[in-house]
């Protein structure tokens, strides 16, 4: 009566109380496990009465009416989930699992365990599962019509929200063997998306993939957290920092090794969780989590809370910013493939031994500056930009610098430049640039800096592609626009 999946499904069911079958369709599932005395009582359930009417025709043939209620809902709706033991979930989108599971508002004790199956966005249902606080228990696969299908038994009792880190996400928890023919599919999936990205220019995400392909046919492996911090400084050498600075190695990690790191622009409260939660041994972070002198170290200090994880933090600031490849260096290739420039860029603020902070472009065709302004937007991905008021209507020579960079606005004007990028800007620079008819783009502080991360992951993988390495997702935008 079952197909492959199904009948997989059938066999983590327990049995011990009532099974739920979410969309049911025929009600094959349930009518197996009612006729092979698996289980006494089934609830199939279905969020269109199509559906419903072919199960009902089932269970009539089959004789159990009695033992199956038909219910017409949006997933587990208006399902009554007391004295339930085991709920079926399978043939939908992972999304849509996720969805129906995070929309359960009570569940009773006796909600033992879920059985999954789904069709697409598998690695999303495993992060979301565990966000949930749900714990996978097995994971098994089916070969059927030459598709492989994953098959979750997933513990509802855990209660402890827990992270995944993308590769884990894709990873799966199969044992032994069992989800080797998975993994291989995996990595022969993720390499060709890589391929795809490099042939369409997008070199930082198709290394990314193609690290995540060699961690599924590999595994996850270590590295001394010294060998890592000399790679990082053999690209961005700590000693180009400004003399105020911060940069360096600044909270030890507990231990000399590390598997997993977590990228963010900020080390706060939030990044240090989810570094813990996911298991990273060492933050790495553009801004310093130490930079002034403290008296005395609070429960709510980011660095009190690395110290007590025993989470290693790695900063790289203005040496992030002025070397090769670093923060403006990502902007000025953005900048190249948005605008087409062919001219090699200008240094912007020179601070000697051949370095500077910033780049001066021309661009191969003038550009008015609303459009300009739209195009950035678009690149540092903002909510929205501020652009001074009385701008040129033709821009020719940009100037940009990361972060904070409205002091500049005077160099820029000397050097030429009919507009400056950058962030933090503050009122006098706003009417200085009205007055002189100059054009000057807010992109803010965090999107002009926060992009560097994507680079930095590239270079890390690149490196170390055993190396789990997870940009954050607390790394967001600190203000709310309303």
């Known amino acids: ?17 009532i099974v739920c079958d979410v969309g049911t369709d025929h009600a094959y599932l349930a009518a197996e496990l009612i006729t092979s005395g698996k289980c006494s009582k089934v609830i199939a359930s279905d969020v269109k009465e199509g559906p419903l009417a072919s199960a009902k025709a089932t269970v009539e043939k089959y004789g159990i009416t009695d033992k199956v209620d038909l219910i ?43 059985i999954l199956q789904p069709m697409t966005k598998t690695e999303l249902l495993r992060k979301e599962l565990y966000k949930l606080g749900f714990t996978i228990t097995e994971e098994r696969t089916v070969e059927e019509s030459g598709k492989l299908y994953v098959i979750m038994l997933v513990d509802a009792r855990s209660g402890f929200e827990g992270w995944l880190t993308e590769t884990e996400s894709i990873y799966g928890f199969f044992d032994g063997e069992s989800g080797q023919q998975y993994r291989q ?14 042939k369409a220019g997008k070199q930082s995400d198709a290394t990314h993939y193609e690290a995540l392909a060699f961690r599924m046919k590999n595994g996850t492996g270590v590295e001394e957290i010294d060998d890592v911090i000399a790679y990082l400084n053999s690209l961005y050498p700590f000693n180009l920092q400004e003399k105020w600075d911060n ?3 600044l909270v030890e990690s507990q231990g000399t090794e590390v598997s997993k790191i977590l990228l963010t622009l900020d080390i706060t409260n939030e990044a240090v969780m989810e570094a813990d939660l996911k298991g ?32 290693g933090a790695v900063c790289m600031h203005t040496n ?12 000025l290739g953005k900048l190249q493939s948005a605008f087409g420039i062919l001219a090699a860029p200008e240094p912007f603020e020179e601070i000697g031994s051949e370095n500077n902070l910033g780049w001066i472009v021309t661009l191969d065709e003038p550009a008015d500056a609303e459009t300009f302004g739209k195009k950035i937007k678009e690149i540092f991905g903002c909510e929205y930009i501020r652009m001074s008021g009385s701008s040129k209507n033709q821009l ?38 009205n007055n002189h008819n100059f054009a000057i783009y807010d992109c803010g502080h965090f999107h002009t800096e926060n992009i560097v991360l994507t680079e930095l992951r590239r270079v890390l993988e690149e490196k170390f592609p ?3 390495v997870e940009i954050a997702e607390s790394s967001v935008d600190p203000c709310v626009y309303i």
Not at 185 to 198: F, Y
Not at 283 to 300: E, M, W
Not at 320 to 331: E, K, P, Q, S, W
Request: proline fraction near 2%.
């Open 72 to 114: 017409l809902s949006d997933g587990l709706e208006k399902v009554p989930l007391e004295g339930v033991s085991d709920i079926v979930i399978a043939g939908m989108g992972g999304e849509t699992i996720a969805a129906i599971i995070g929309g359960i508002e009570n569940l009773p004790n006796s909600v033992v365990r879920f």
């Open 185 to 198: 599919n995996e990595s022969e999936r993720l390499s060709k998306i890589a391929v795809s990205l490099e």
């Open 320 to 331: 992030l910013d002025i070397a090769d490849g670093g923060t403006n260096g990502v902007i």
């Open 1 to 17: 009566m079952l197909d492959k999946r199904l009948t997989a499904c059938a066999e983590l069911v327990g049995g011990e109380g």
């Open 247 to 249: 940069s360096g190695y």
């Open 466 to 468: 055993q190396l789990d």
């Open 396 to 433: 020719s020579k940009i100037a940009f610098c990361s972060g904070s960079g409205g002091s500049m606005i005077g160099l820029a004007m000397a050097k030429g430049c009919d507009a400056l990028i950058t962030g933090d800007v503050k009122h006098d620079v706003w009417i200085d640039a």
């Open 280 to 311: 990273a041994e060492l933050i790495i972070s553009h801004h310093p989590v130490i930079f002034d002198a403290r008296k005395r170290l609070l429960r709510t200090d980011p660095v009190y809370k690395l110290v007590q994880s025993g989470i």
